[in-house]
């Protein structure tokens, strides 16, 4: 199994700022995804994050909302930009090892608020 | 496009007692795989089990297994001996086969809650 981090794992933001939520893999892997999980919700999937290129977003969600990078296989970041108390919401990121039949590990989550 | 379908939003079950969380999918793969997902209020995403559907044994786990009736693309959970650890959301989730998009699919959830 992977051990996945994310930082901070919680905020209480103010409308209009920016956080941005780190993600940490204690070994390599083949790809990371960023969920969202709104209150009482499922898991939605923001963003496939690429290594060394540009995200690649689901239908919903843009670039600028939700920059993205991951400079290398361990590492990623999620920013939430100009927020607004409808980005309140769990944010996840989550790993595979492999391709296609690989398990996917999954960070404990960040929890955001925003006032 | 693969869809996920959990009918019952909140269960209970007695302690030491054994339940049932249904799941249904929708896919026109052949092969593809399927998880059950176990969140605690701890928010931490835990993987409980996995199939993969070219498979015809139920898997298990300890005291989780499933039943996967793939003509009837059903794959419930059953949880044996259930411990007040065991209270959390449940997510079942499917996953198209390699070459495909990697990107799981999951349903809305089950809370089950285990009484003492």
């Known amino acids: 199994s992977a051990v996945i981090s994310q930082k901070p794992s919680r905020d209480i933001c103010q409308r209009g700022t920016s956080l941005t939520i780190q993600c940490q893999v204690d070994s390599q892997v083949t790809m990371m995804f960023w969920y969202r999980q709104q209150p009482g919700q499922s898991l939605t999937l923001i963003a496939t994050a690429n290594q060394g290129s540009e995200a690649t977003y689901e239908s919903g969600f843009v670039i600028d909302k939700f920059p993205i990078s991951r400079p290398n296989l361990t590492f990623s970041t999620l920013t939430v930009s100009n927020m607004s108390p409808e980005d309140s919401s769990i944010y996840l990121c989550?790993?595979?090892?492999?391709?296609?039949?690989?398990?996917?590990?999954f960070g404990p989550g960040t929890r955001l608020t925003v006032l | 496009a693969q869809t996920v379908t959990q009918s019952q939003p909140e269960m209970s079950v007695q302690e030491a007692e054994t339940v049932t969380l249904s799941c249904t999918y929708d896919?026109?793969?052949?092969?593809?795989?399927l998880f059950w997902y176990k969140q605690p209020p701890s928010r931490q995403m835990i993987l409980v089990i996995r199939q993969e559907a070219y498979k015809q044994q139920n898997a298990t786990e300890n005291r989780f297994s499933v039943n996967f009736q793939k003509a009837a693309k059903s794959f419930s959970l059953k949880i044996s001996d259930s411990q007040l650890g065991d209270t959390a959301m449940y997510f079942c989730a499917s996953l198209p086969p390699q070459g495909g998009s990697e990107k799981l699919v999951f349903g809305k959830g089950t809370k089950l809650t285990v009484n003492p």
């Open positions: 989550s790993g595979i090892r492999g391709r296609g039949s690989d398990t996917q590990y």
């Open positions: 896919t026109s793969e052949s092969n593809y795989y």
